[in-house]
């Protein structure tokens, strides 16, 4: 069974810094996802990462895929307010497209 | 637009009354899914659908029904079986499972209330 486990599950952050949220899952799987999700909105896609090595960035979210660790990051540069949200990984499960989705990381960029 | 719609926004219900949600799609994809969010928690799948009159059973199923007789359209019915309805319904499409762009594009959600 594929468990997806996000951390932290809490961010606090200051408006200007640094951090990385980690995705960690426990199969293979090449394929993985990161979606945004505002209080009481639905899911926003932001990246999509289909191989090992895979970069991807926009804006000041980054996210990376290394696939022989299970592991991705989502990494947020000079982080703003308009980042709050709640952001989740999502893991292919390599059986039919069945996404197994971290618990999220549920960020606050205070000013 | 394409997208993807979802009907009520909110729902309300009295314990053991069945309730139908809507879930439409125009952006001509293959295949459709129904997750549940409780507060604070990830998704979890309920049913999915890779093609027209067929589904399969995701992770949390029971108490839960779904039909596929258009490409369209999933509605998910929450029988008074399920024993805490009550949650964040999202449904989401994607383009075909088989060519390797299996992005899911999700829908605004309903949010049901059983009391």
């Known amino acids: 069974e594929l468990k997806v486990e996000q951390n932290p599950l809490f961010l606090s952050m200051q408006e200007g810094k640094n951090y990385t949220i980690y995705c960690n899952y426990s199969?293979?799987?090449?394929?993985l996802y990161w979606y945004r999700q505002d209080p009481g909105k639905s899911l926003e896609s932001l990246f999509v990462l289909l191989s090992n090595g895979a970069v991807k960035q926009e804006g000041r979210l980054m996210a990376s895929l290394d696939t022989k660790a299970r592991l991705s990051t989502l990494h947020i540069t000079a982080a703003v307010h308009d980042l709050s949200a709640t952001y989740f990984c999502?893991?292919?499960?390599?059986?039919?497209?069945?996404?197994?989705f971290g618990g999220g990381t549920r960020l606050m960029v205070k000013p | 637009d394409g997208g993807i719609t979802q009907s009520p926004k909110y729902l309300f219900r009295k314990e053991g009354q069945n309730v139908t949600l809507s879930c439409e799609q125009n952006l001509n994809h293959d295949a459709m899914y129904w997750y549940r969010q409780d507060p604070g928690q990830g998704l979890r799948l309920i049913y999915y659908s890779q093609i027209v009159n067929d589904f399969q059973k995701g992770d949390i199923a029971e108490g839960y029904s779904v039909s596929r007789e258009k490409k369209e359209s999933f509605p998910l019915t929450v029988t008074s079986a399920q024993k805490n309805p009550t949650a964040f319904y999202l449904c989401?499409?994607?383009?075909?499972?088989?060519?390797?762009?299996?992005?899911?594009?999700f829908g605004p959600g309903t949010r049901l209330t059983v009391t």
């Open positions: 989401a499409s994607s383009i075909d499972p088989g060519t390797g762009w299996d992005e899911q594009y």
């Open positions: 999502a893991v292919d499960s390599n059986a039919g497209n069945m996404l197994t």
């Open positions: 199969t293979t799987s090449d394929r």
